[in-house]
């Protein structure tokens, strides 16, 4: 099949990582695919990845805000590859819609990547809602998107197709854990707690300071590894100063080196008010570490009581609580370490996405 991957821009983020690894791996399948980005070129490492895999990839140019330039831009495009699926991310069916004007003609499916509620402005929500009824296929990437699909635009999804990871790419090479363990000073002995994402409301980073400071924890020897960039960046400095957990919380910054500070670590923390299907609750997993989440979104459908902890949003006292369980059993975690690699490796991969993906485009272009 010929199919087109039409996304805002190819910059870091979650359903940007996941056009980069479906069209990789529906390339690997025999397809041949070619991702549109509305914006400009960024370098990021998502576009050099397309590039060292041989994916073409286009970039529309689009200015800040609306942008009609980009329309005949687009519509050019559409012409010149003739795609037989065009799959759509995020805010793009605006453009899309405007360039086929007389309709989306072709098979045409649309992800959503977050509760519908969460995925987008109102009036990018009335757009989607349009070409759903014009023909376009919803795609929900869990269950719990499913349902806020059915709430929000009366209709179930067309498919259900769960993201996908590398999940090779993060398992620990021998001698990593204790290698990143010194090189960042850390004690054999101590519990490392790790947390990555943007340090924004949605995340709720400071829910997450804030229960390290409980009593609870005050005699127990852990220390959280806090990796991100954000507009409460500050907000959580002084969180941390003013609760004197300066020698319990260390902040990165934004990482590159993911993978090596989860070998580091021996649990994950995600605190967020709300998600869609986070890949990062995946690679955690695939590194063998428990998780401890608030239970949002599709969380609950990625981790149970075998392979983690599930507490309440915006609840410090259950977050604490979950950290004082682990810190308790430290067998325990480690066996939730294990049985999170077994499921990643059964349910996770992107091989499994990519095929998933594949046999919905062959059904719709029929």
């Not at 402005?121 to 499913?146: M, N, T, Y």
């Not at 609870?216 to 409460?232: C, I, K, P």
Request: hydrophobic letters at 45%.
């Amino acid at each position: 099949m010929r199919i087109l991957e039409l996304i805002p821009s190819l910059s870091v983020g979650g359903a940007e990582r996941i056009v980069g690894l479906l069209a990789q791996g529906l390339s690997s399948l025999g397809h041949q695919v070619q991702v549109v980005a509305l914006g400009p070129a960024t370098g990021s490492f998502i576009e050099q990845q397309l590039h060292a895999q041989g994916v073409q990839t286009t970039f529309l140019d689009k200015g800040p805000g609306f942008d009609p330039r980009v329309i005949p831009r687009l519509a050019r495009t559409l012409r010149r590859f003739r795609p037989e699926v065009v799959h759509t991310h995020l805010h793009t069916l605006k453009y899309l819609l405007a360039a086929r004007p007389q309709g989306p003609h072709g098979a045409v499916l649309h992800t959503l990547h977050n509760l519908a509620e969460h995925e987008a402005e109102s009036h990018d929500r009335r757009v989607a809602a349009l070409a759903f009824r014009l023909g376009v296929k919803p795609v929900a990437i869990g269950e719990a998107v499913a349902r806020s699909m059915q709430q929000v635009y009366g209709r179930p999804p067309a498919f259900t197709i769960a993201n996908g990871i590398p999940v090779a790419d993060f398992a620990p090479a021998p001698g990593l854990r204790q290698t990143r363990r010194q090189e960042l000073g850390l004690p054999d002995g101590r519990l490392v707690l790790l947390s990555a994402g943007r340090l924004n409301p949605q995340k709720d980073p400071l829910s997450l300071v804030e229960a390290l400071a409980d009593p609870r924890l005050q005699s127990l020897d852990l220390e959280l590894l806090l990796a991100g960039e954000g507009e409460l960046h500050e907000a959580v400095q002084e969180r941390i100063r003013d609760l004197g957990l300066g020698a319990r919380v260390r902040l990165l910054g934004v990482r590159r080196d993911i993978p090596a500070l989860m070998a580091a670590a021996d649990a994950f923390v995600l605190a967020s008010r709300y998600e869609g299907n986070p890949l990062v609750v995946m690679e955690a997993m695939a590194a063998g570490l428990a998780v401890l989440s608030t239970s949002v979104g599709c969380v609950p459908e990625l981790i149970d009581d075998r392979t983690g902890l599930l507490v309440p949003p915006g609840s410090v006292p259950d977050l604490a609580a979950g950290l004082a369980r682990l810190a308790a059993d430290p067998a325990g975690t480690r066996a939730m370490g294990y049985e999170g690699t077994r499921r990643a490796h059964e349910r996770f991969d992107v091989s499994l996405m990519a095929a998933a993906y594949a046999r919905a485009f062959e059904e719709v272009r029929r």
